[in-house]
């Protein structure tokens, strides 16, 4: 007995040695975390309050001039007919006689072509259909059968066409439902039991440069039903794994590292949430802009079969193609006469007003015109975005439905990742808004008094996914109710916001991996000789990845230019005993050729000098299309610099 006596106590000196080693190791921790704020203050994570306004972002920042498409009249006019619950195109004729007057005796013809989606092609995602012309009358009544059109309108004289005098294009959401039993003039009877869901995304924006960019925005956000989790945090580097961890709860990223998505076929084979909506009754919608880097399409074959009701995706791919296109903030902004952001938002108004009194409806519109690209683009779309919540809100939208308005991920390359340590943070913590409609908050308080609690607890895709289950299961009054086979496939212990999530809660237990954890603080490193060392023992690493994954015929070999900041983080965790040699680090740094900017999660023995990273997980801080078009594996694209490339 006093033997195990002796023994369990030399163990427990032991484990108070080692904790007070690594505190002692990291001498200033208390100092770094004094008089700092948090977005999630527990003892599991410390996410700093940034500044948006701090100076080394402002130093970069400026707001953008809007420029509309089109300053013309619209000659051709959509509009609902209530009563028959079909549309109308209508000419204009007060704009039709502005357009003809410089005309003489000319007279007006319009024609429309429908643009459709062509299910017999290989690819049918990344192509369209397109019906010969046809003419168009005053007051043409579509058919229920055509969701899409472009149109044209030309001065002629007899049968000579003088000049085209404007091209447009139209979308129409039908309703196809039977409302032979059914009053459309009033609410639905099961809307309490199933609340529409709709999903505003906005790419590339944190919750940071929404605050600094769109104050408009932010502005309404704030008001009573609207709840903004600060403590979210992303999963994956860009907008696919982020999305997924929303709709499949499974970021994919292995499937996306072997290659998987290239398979025709397989983005099919996931589990979207909007399947278990569209079985629950519910209308399901998705639509989103500029074509070529849409999240199921970019470098992938996108769905072979149409993945929801109502699909934009053909009608923007083929509006990019036959309307002249005009690019700002680095991608297609205008689609002829209109903004491509205008269409995927008019779609979604369509979509809620449609069946806002027959059916309920899942949908999610997404963005990328005005950020994708430039994170000053969202100064120029603050008041556009304003414009359409503030439209959904007189309709009545925000009284029957369940909103989220969130993002992706902050700002992931240029100055702010470049020249700005706050960039680090900004990536990572995407906006997240979760509105609520009053009559919910009356029936659900104990949900809302959980979402208040739950803005400043740590949170992922993974969470919103469970949520999203649970608003098809609102009699739930805990996780234990939701069959296992619901749960988010890659985090076990994630659950819906509705329900209290954990104050001790880390990154693990939310799905995220410590590549994009924003929980533990960090202290910059000054030993300029670790520095150094650290920095050629990645490149090392980097080369020796080339040679492992037989690259070295496309890729060139990197040298070291210099470092730009060495961080290291610091474990928050009581109970783990960490060794005192194993560092994590954030290094920031630049190579040669091309100048190219890196950020990689590292660790470091600095009794053995050996580093452990995975080079497939590096982070590049500017755009590297133009450095990379050897290649169209999206994980190699971000490190490879090909030898074509001068």
């Not at 880097?293 to 053909?314: A, C, E, H, S, W």
């Not at 400043?456 to 949520?467: I, K, P």
């Not at 996780?479 to 329900?499: E, I, V």
Request: charged content about 25%; some cysteine; glycine content about 4%.
């Amino acid at each position: 007995l006093g033997r195990n006596v002796f023994l369990l106590c030399s163990i427990q000196f032991l484990l108070c040695k080692a904790k007070l080693s690594l505190h002692s190791h990291y001498p200033n921790v208390a100092k770094t975390l004094e008089n700092k704020k948090f977005y999630v203050d527990s003892p599991s994570c410390k996410m700093p309050e940034m500044d948006p306004f701090s100076a080394d972002i402002m130093r970069f920042f400026k707001r953008r001039q809007f420029r509309e498409c089109s300053s013309d009249k619209d000659l051709l006019i959509s509009e609902f007919d209530s009563h028959l619950r079909q549309y109308r195109i209508k000419i204009d004729e007060n704009s039709a006689q502005q357009h003809l007057k410089k005309f003489g005796n000319a007279t007006l013809k319009c024609e429309y072509q429908v643009i459709g989606r062509n299910k017999k092609d290989s690819f049918p995602d990344n192509h369209f259909s397109f019906s010969k012309l046809q003419p168009l009358s005053q007051s043409f009544l579509v058919p229920k059968t055509i969701d899409f059109i472009s149109t044209q309108c030309h001065a002629v004289h007899g049968n000579i066409d003088l000049k085209l005098l404007q091209k447009d294009a139209f979308l129409f959401v039908q309703d196809r439902l039977n409302h032979e039993h059914k009053n459309t003039e009033h609410h639905r009877p099961d809307l309490q039991s199933k609340p529409n869901v709709i999903i505003l995304g906005i790419d590339s924006t944190s919750r940071m440069n929404l605050r600094r960019s769109m104050p408009k925005v932010h502005k309404f956000l704030q008001r009573p039903g609207w709840f903004e989790m600060q403590g979210y945090n992303k999963v994956g580097e860009n907008t696919l794994p982020n999305l997924l961890a929303i709709l499949t709860g499974n970021a994919e990223e292995n499937a996306l590292f072997n290659g998987r998505f290239g398979h025709s076929g397989f983005i099919d084979k996931l589990k979207f949430i909007w399947q278990l909506f569209k079985k629950n009754g519910y209308m399901t919608a998705f639509g989103e802009d500029c074509a070529k880097i849409n999240t199921f399409n970019y470098q992938k074959p996108g769905f072979k079969q149409q993945p929801v009701d109502f699909y934009l995706r053909n009608f923007i791919v083929a509006l990019e193609t036959i309307l002249k296109t005009r690019r700002e903030f680095g991608n297609v902004f205008c689609l002829g006469r209109k903004l491509g952001f205008q269409y995927v938002f008019d779609f979604a108004r369509q979509f809620m007003q449609r069946f806002e009194n027959s059916a309920p409806v899942f949908g999610i519109f997404w963005s990328n015109s005005f950020t994708h690209e430039d994170f000053l683009g969202a100064t120029a779309l603050d008041h556009v975005f304003l414009e359409y919540l503030t439209l959904y809100d007189e309709l009545g939208f925000f009284n029957r439905s369940i909103v989220m308005v969130l993002s992706d991920h902050g700002y992931r390359y240029g100055v702010t990742r470049q020249a700005s340590k706050s960039g680090y943070l900004e990536e990572r913590l995407p906006l997240m808004f979760i509105h609520v409609p009053p009559w919910f908050r009356k029936i659900y308080p104990q949900y809302v008094e959980n979402l208040k609690i739950n803005q400043n607890r740590l949170s992922s895709g993974f969470d919103l996914h469970m949520t999203l289950h649970h608003l098809l299961h609102l009699n739930a009054t805990s996780m234990a109710d939701f069959s296992p086979k619901l749960q988010a496939s890659q985090c076990k212990m994630c659950q819906s916001l509705f329900f209290q999530l954990p104050a001790n809660r880390n990154c693990s237990h939310a799905g995220i991996r410590e590549k994009w954890c924003s929980c533990e603080p960090t202290e910059t490193v000054t030993n300029q000789r670790l520095l150094r060392k650290v920095a050629q023992e990645v490149v090392h690493h980097m080369n020796r990845h080339l040679r492992d994954r037989n690259l070295t015929t496309l890729c060139q070999n990197y040298a070291l230019k210099k470092v730009l900041y060495l961080d290291s983080k610091i474990s928050l965790s009581e109970d783990s005993v960490e060794d005192e040699q194993l560092h994590t680090y954030i290094i920031t740094f630049e190579t040669n050729p091309s100048s190219a900017h890196f950020e990689a999660t590292v660790q470091w023995n600095s009794e053995k000098e050996t580093l452990n990273m995975n080079v497939d997980e590096l982070s590049r801080l500017e755009s590297y299309e133009k450095h990379s078009k050897c290649t169209r594996d999206p994980i190699i694209k971000k490190y490879c610099i090909c030898k074509e490339f001068k």
